[in-house]
């Protein structure tokens, strides 16, 4: 029976994180054309999904025992839970896994705002720290962060539904972007532009950082 799927219900809570999030995303991500509002619509859009699931009714849980004819007494609001059928500690695996790679995505995030932020001021291309792994850290710490809240954390339809769309208009954003750089910088960017990937580093980028930081 779907009444009897268990759920917080606690809506005061669902959108207070929705407008706290939602803050930290326009105060960073800060959209002044028309595609950096799609995309940051796109995202806004996840974080509303994800956060009335969460703490308010589990919509992804209720379809499943709707369409599917499952035992809504046996199911949880968090859907790892539901499919891995190991009670609270498939909550707690996921919560934690999610949470870590949330923390790793807003700092690379923060990071990737600060050195854009200082090569703006400079007027120069930010080819430095993780600018010198990959041209969008910024939009992968993103990535990330929503990957781990909203795919590892708290699966729902429209949230994982939601992610690779996002990432789609990232990417075309990103390139638009890039256009613009070209028109400003020239020859330098188109360089820059092929000697970096665009969100994902290389393997021997990684393994330079990870033995820089180990050497100190």
Do not use: C
């Amino acid at each position: 029976m779907t009444e009897n799927i268990s759920h917080s219900g606690s809506w005061g809570l669902a959108l207070i994180m929705i407008v706290l999030v939602s803050w930290a995303l326009y105060r960073y991500l800060a959209p002044q054309t028309w595609r950096e509002w799609g995309s940051v619509g796109a995202v806004q859009a996840f974080i509303i999904a994800l956060y009335a699931e969460m703490y308010g009714f589990p919509l992804t849980i209720y379809l499943l025992v709707r369409f599917f004819g499952l035992d809504g007494s046996d199911l949880h609001a968090n859907l790892w839970t539901t499919l891995l059928d190991i009670g609270n500690a498939g909550m707690l695996i996921s919560m934690l896994l999610g949470y870590g790679l949330v923390f790793i995505g807003i700092g690379i995030f923060i990071q990737g705002w600060r050195e854009l932020y200082r090569a703006y001021q400079q007027n120069r291309i930010a080819t430095e720290g993780l600018y010198g792994l990959v041209r969008h850290p910024q939009y992968t710490g993103l990535f990330i962060a929503l990957f781990g809240e909203g795919v590892v954390h708290w699966p729902t339809l429209f949230s994982v539904g939601l992610f690779p769309i996002i990432l789609l208009v990232y990417s075309m954003l990103a390139r638009h972007e890039e256009r613009r750089m070209v028109e400003q910088f020239g020859e330098e960017y188109r360089t820059y532009r092929q000697r970096l990937p665009k969100f994902i580093p290389r393997m021997d980028q990684m393994w330079r950082l990870i033995k820089r930081f180990s050497t100190g």
